[in-house]
């Protein structure tokens, strides 16, 4: 009898006691709204925001709608809009293409390496190709480039970088958190991000005017005040006249939900890349399945885990899909060529577009990709990673 895991790949841990109860209170109260609190009392998303804030090492910090939304507004704040070009990553998943498309702008796709960062190379051609003013630099599975060259290439440039830190939320860079390199980092609480409030989305940022424009743009009315984590009043009624309401507020029931696991980040961060390591000792060296390398300057967040199949054929593949779901293990593939549940790939979002790009046609035909969620013990871990050297092994004929 071969070996069959039972767990779920979707099935993320239930929310923190002092979650539920903190949402009952909030409910109680009938005060949902982020703007409706009584006299003195400060709301739970302006609770939220300071503590985030404190938590990425920032002065600012906005809580709003979703990821998407962060993304989009970041962009607005910057002034983007109608026919600019916003450089990003080819391998991203599709809300970030998305957001660039929201505000009127086409995105411009770089080229990925073989360890599923953004090709620096390519990027610095397309910079002086296209002439963009920002790239939205997304931190696609948690895999962050050498975050020092990358600024150095930028800056140069004058590029201007908005971080989408949707799966680097709690992971650093040579010890400084993910998101404090660019103007501007945006955050998911979807629930399969780091943090589990359904949707909803954050941002932060060091520059006042950046994020006094992004708390106008998420509809503040003249209630700005009610912010914590944001900058002096002297911004907002300066810009207040100029900036647009684009409504994307978070609400303070998700808001209590997410603070008592906002402050179990750092053990949760370390729970995710405990698995992550028992996946990757399970996978090593096995033939024919190639492990990512993860850089000494890079801490991260084992929530998922990728290998290639470098070299191997669709169907084969497919079979290695087939076998390991067969026995319980849901692997994702980065190169079919249908979009499927939450995996599409650059040249499907026809929209914007795409140039082709040969290296990451190469990269992303061998992708393979695994959830990790924190409710697998390190034994369903190891257990995982049994299957797939199994089927991989059965399935694999050296060239
Ligand atoms: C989930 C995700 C987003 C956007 O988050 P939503 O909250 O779902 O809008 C952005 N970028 C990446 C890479 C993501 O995985």
């Known amino acids: 009898m071969s070996e069959r895991f039972t767990g779920s790949f979707t099935q993320q841990e239930p929310i923190p006691q002092a979650g539920i109860d903190a949402a009952l209170r909030v409910m109680q109260s009938g005060r949902l709204h982020r703007y409706n609190v009584a006299p003195d009392e400060v709301g739970e998303a302006a609770l939220l925001e300071q503590e985030f804030a404190q938590a990425m090492g920032v002065d600012y910090a906005l809580a709003v709608a979703s990821g998407g939304y962060a993304l989009a507004t970041a962009l607005r704040a910057l002034g983007i809009g109608a026919g600019d070009t916003v450089l990003t990553n080819a391998f991203t998943l599709a809300p ?64 201007v970088v908005i971080e989408d830190c949707a799966h680097t939320m709690g992971a650093t860079w040579r010890g400084v958190m993910s998101g404090r390199h660019g103007a501007m980092a945006c955050y998911s609480t979807q629930t399969y991000k780091h943090l589990n409030a359904g949707e909803g989305g954050l941002i932060t940022s060091a520059d006042p005017t950046l994020m006094a424009r992004a708390i106008l743009l998420s509809g503040s009315y003249m209630l700005f005040d009610r912010h914590k984590a944001s900058p002096p009043p002297e911004y907002f009624t300066k810009l207040q006249p100029e900036v647009p309401n684009v409504s994307g507020r978070m609400d303070n029931l998700r808001a209590a939900i997410l603070r008592p696991q906002l402050a179990a980040l750092p053990a949760q961060c370390a729970a995710w890349t405990e698995r992550y390591r028992v996946v990757e000792d399970g996978l090593r060296d096995t033939p024919g399945l190639r492990l990512i390398d993860r850089p000494e300057e890079e801490s991260f967040v084992g929530s998922s885990i990728q290998f290639q199949l470098p070299g191997w054929t669709p169907d084969r593949i497919m079979q290695v899909i087939e076998r390991t779901g067969a026995r319980g293990v849901e692997l994702k593939w980065f190169g079919a060529k249908e979009p499927s549940g939450f995996t599409s790939r650059y040249d499907s979002w026809r929209y914007a577009r795409p140039r082709h790009l040969p290296r990451t046609d190469r990269v992303l035909a061998g992708l393979m990709d695994m959830r990790l969620p924190l409710t697998f013990s390190l034994d369903d871990c190891a257990l995982i990673a049994r299957i797939i050297r199994a089927e991989v092994g059965a399935v694999y004929q050296p060239a």
Request: proline share 3%; aromatic share 2%.
């Open 96 to 159: 970030v293409p998305g957001a660039i498309a929201s505000v009127g702008a086409q995105p411009h796709f770089i080229e990925v390496t073989d360890d599923l960062t953004i090709d620096l190379r390519d990027l610095a051609e397309q910079i002086a190709a296209t002439g963009a003013g920002v790239l939205m630099l997304s931190h696609m599975r948690g895999h962050i480039c050498d975050m020092d060259r990358l600024m150095r290439i930028c800056d140069a440039a004058g590029v």
